[in-house]
């Protein structure tokens, strides 16, 4: 047995880290709350209403804590809904109003249908059935895992995605004989599994949380929506060329052996043979999904996203294939507190013109094309994703991005996009998405080990970003 190296008489330093986090912690709290403090005790600032300064220092409280995440996101979102009228900002039934967004349902109801399709063992049936195809070579085998999770990640969210893939990716590993830190083909597949998973969560709305927050800021502030098609003519092709980019960089980036892999083909082929045939709940789950997509597709014109999702939610069940303690342990509740949160302090912001004073005091002077603009943005919600939550991102700057839309007349369906899309693509930071955090989890890479080429493949997907908005995006009528 190897003894404890704690027994000796070393600090603990597991102690020391903890407390250390603590002490952190505290700082950036006080750190927020003394940046409120300044700005209501500063005379107002020229162009900036009373109300608007008072906004301005809640949004910065905010932004503190959810970049340090000091406290818990959802914990700042409570925050902020309190905060907001107990300063006057906003009437208090006006700001606890906006946490009846549409938003915040049609991802509950999401979050649902995901736990039913991981619940049922249909989401596991289908990672294995796409693996098993396409396991004959190594660099196939890549292939495989990267599209499995990219498609996964399209129908639930990516951290559901990463989380389920996560143990498959490991015996795949383990049957390799794969050692950590030893050789880059370990790498590569964790790899393979965290991007494909980023990746494919920008497709469509289900794949993660950034989405319909993004659209909720936007009917709130003009009165305008997205629907699940609108949003997935513009992010499907560049999920797609981002697989593209992302599969090059794993197979001509790293320097692995080329080894055989049949032995993961054959637990591959065993695993799907253990589950045995398609059982009834995971029919209706299927059926149920594939409506659902249906209806979002060729009735949102006529039928709420929101309404869709919920109503699709209750029939799960109805059909008996999911109950409350299943939901509970599957559905973030914290993502849905802090949507509240960030709508209403998003809000608080656009009202009282305080946004607005941003663009101008950052932008004054400027004569930036509209393109340039977006792809200023974009490459902004780019940097800024590595670090916080792609949640916290898309509050921060977008209400920064409509503000200028004004000001500037451009169109903030582009906004929505250009903040959104990039804003849910981080590749490289543990703390950028829970399908890096899983993945750095399995202990097969450092994360300077793959600095340079998520660094890489962030260039890549910001130049096909703008060569999108440049050419495509003017061929499926969003204008800039």
Known sequence: MVKNSNSDNRPDTASLNAASWRRRDIFFIFLAFLILLTFLILPPQAGLSPAGQRALGIFSLALVLWVTNALPLSITGLLVIALIPLLQVMRADQAYSFFGNSAVFFILGAFIMASATIKSGLSKRIALAILTHFSASPRLLVFGILITCGFLALIIPEHAVAALMFPVVGTIALSLDLQLLEGQYGTVLFLAMSWGSVIGGVGTLLGGARAPLAIGLLKEAFGQSISFWGWSKIALPMAALSLIAAYCLLIFGFNFNLVDVKPARRKLEEELQGIGPMSFAEKKVLIILITTILIWIFFNHRLDLAMISLLSAVSLFVARVIGWDDVNDYVNWGVILMYGGAIVVARAVDQTGAARWIAQQLLSGTRFSPLWTIGIFSLFSFLLTEGISNVACVAIILPIGFSLCQTKAINPLAMVFAVAIPAGLPFILPMGSPANAIAYS??????????????????????????LVKWYWPLVGVSL
């Not at 994360?447 to 970003?465: D, Q």
């Open 442 to 467: 399995s202990g097969y890479y450092e994360i300077g080990e793959i600095f340079k080429a998520g660094l890489i493949l962030h260039i890549c997907c910001w130049i096909i970003f703008l060569i």
